[in-house]
């Protein structure tokens, strides 16, 4: 129905900040109070998504939805993700801008094609109540990629071989001993996240002094003249390098030819194996894992 062109996936990621709390429960109006239809599209109290969410009618777009049938289906497609003759709207900037037929109004308004009824012609109420359907749409698709798909699909057997053939599992790794259970206390989804990134969202970077445990990343820095200083990897460039020792001092140098760095990264195998680890070796393993029980 809407002649536009799909718009990128940093889109679609700003459109899945704001599904959470955007769409009402059934029956619901329009927007709650404060919530413009066509206001400023600043950023919410909550630091999330846009200060003027547009609100699913649910009852709007179930009436939108035959209309849609009607005269937008044959082009973009049941759930509005496109065909070959017409769009995707998921995706689109000017779905992702419209409250309230706003924009999609106008745009129609204009004559865009249609199947039976110019678009021209239709009314205002059922532009809107397309409009609620178009947006009821979106909010479906972004939940369902919220989703976590079942990740357990490989064969434990074949993962039992990659852990010990290789993919060199079992030279730090022991299914008797640091893993032993370990598929009773995760989930086959971290169970991969783990696997696949064992360092999690922090790099365990720079404390606040003593020893530096067996998951921290550590560094020893030589510099032309002293002695060598050794501790956790606070940061490191191409221009800069620093560490904070067992003390909690913080040392830092600038790279040069004559400063020798080595580090220490525990997680290095596991970094390398992206490079070379398959889907089928992921799920293999994943599968192998969960089974330690």
Same mark, same amino acid.
């Given at each position: 129905m809407l002649d536009m062109g799909r718009a990128c996936a940093r889109i679609a990621v700003l459109a899945a900040a704001a599904v959470l709390g955007a769409q009402a429960p059934p029956g619901r109006g329009a927007p709650a109070q404060g919530a413009g239809r066509g206001g400023g599209r600043g950023i919410s109290p909550g630091g999330?998504?846009? !200060? !003027?969410?547009?609100?699913?009618?649910?009852?709007?777009? #179930? /009436? *939108?939805?035959k209309v849609w049938a009607a005269e937008c289906i044959n082009c973009h497609g049941t759930h509005a993700r496109g065909t070959d003759r017409g769009a995707d709207l998921i995706r689109s900037v000017l779905?992702?801008?419209? /409250?309230?037929?706003?924009?999609?109004?106008?745009?129609?308004?204009?004559?865009? @094609?249609?199947?039976?009824?110019?678009?021209?012609?239709?009314?205002? $109420?059922?532009? %809107? #109540?397309?409009?609620?359907?178009?947006?009821? %749409?979106?909010?479906?698709?972004?939940?369902?990629?919220? #989703?976590? +798909?079942?990740?357990?699909?490989?064969? @434990?057997?074949?993962?039992?071989?990659?852990?010990?053939? %290789?993919?060199?599992?079992?030279?730090?790794? $022991?299914?008797? *001993?640091?893993?032993? *259970?370990? *598929?009773?206390?995760?989930? @086959?989804?971290?169970?991969? +996240? /783990?696997?696949?990134?064992?360092?999690g969202g922090g790099r365990g970077r720079g404390g606040r002094g003593g020893a530096a445990s067996s998951t921290q990343i550590t560094v020893t820095v030589t510099p032309p003249?002293?002695?060598?200083?050794?501790?956790?990897?606070?940061?490191?460039? !191409?221009?800069?390098?620093?560490?904070?020792?067992? $003390?909690? %001092?913080?040392? $830092?140098?600038?790279?040069?030819?004559s400063l020798k760095v080595e580090k220490h990264n525990p997680f290095a195998a596991h970094e390398a194996l992206l490079d070379t680890i398959t889907d089928k070796n992921i799920h293999d393993t994943v599968a192998y894992l969960e089974s330690l029980k």
């Amino acid at each position: 129905m809407l002649d536009m062109g799909r718009a990128c996936a940093r889109i679609a990621v700003l459109a899945a900040a704001a599904v959470l709390g955007a769409q009402a429960p059934p029956g619901r109006g329009a927007p709650a109070q404060g919530a413009g239809r066509g206001g400023g599209r600043g950023i919410s109290p909550g630091g999330v998504g846009s !200060d !003027d969410k547009h609100v699913v009618d649910a009852a709007a777009a #179930d /009436r *939108g939805r035959k209309v849609w049938a009607a005269e937008c289906i044959n082009c973009h497609g049941t759930h509005a993700r496109g065909t070959d003759r017409g769009a995707d709207l998921i995706r689109s900037v000017l779905v992702l801008h419209d /409250r309230y037929a706003n924009e999609i109004g106008p745009f129609l308004k204009k004559g865009h @094609p249609t199947q039976t009824t110019p678009a021209a012609n239709l009314t205002q $109420s059922q532009i %809107e #109540d397309v409009a609620q359907f178009v947006h009821f %749409e979106v909010y479906q698709t972004m939940r369902s990629a919220l #989703d976590v +798909q079942d990740v357990l699909t490989g064969d @434990p057997k074949a993962g039992a071989a990659y852990f010990a053939g %290789e993919g060199k599992c079992n030279t730090c790794h $022991s299914p008797t *001993g640091d893993l032993a *259970g370990v *598929g009773k206390k995760y989930s @086959p989804v971290n169970l991969q +996240q /783990r696997f696949l990134f064992p360092q999690g969202g922090g790099r365990g970077r720079g404390g606040r002094g003593g020893a530096a445990s067996s998951t921290q990343i550590t560094v020893t820095v030589t510099p032309p003249t002293g002695p060598a200083v050794s501790g956790v990897l606070v940061q490191m460039d !191409d221009f800069n390098v620093s560490l904070r020792d067992s $003390s909690g %001092e913080y040392h $830092s140098w600038k790279r040069t030819p004559s400063l020798k760095v080595e580090k220490h990264n525990p997680f290095a195998a596991h970094e390398a194996l992206l490079d070379t680890i398959t889907d089928k070796n992921i799920h293999d393993t994943v599968a192998y894992l969960e089974s330690l029980k």
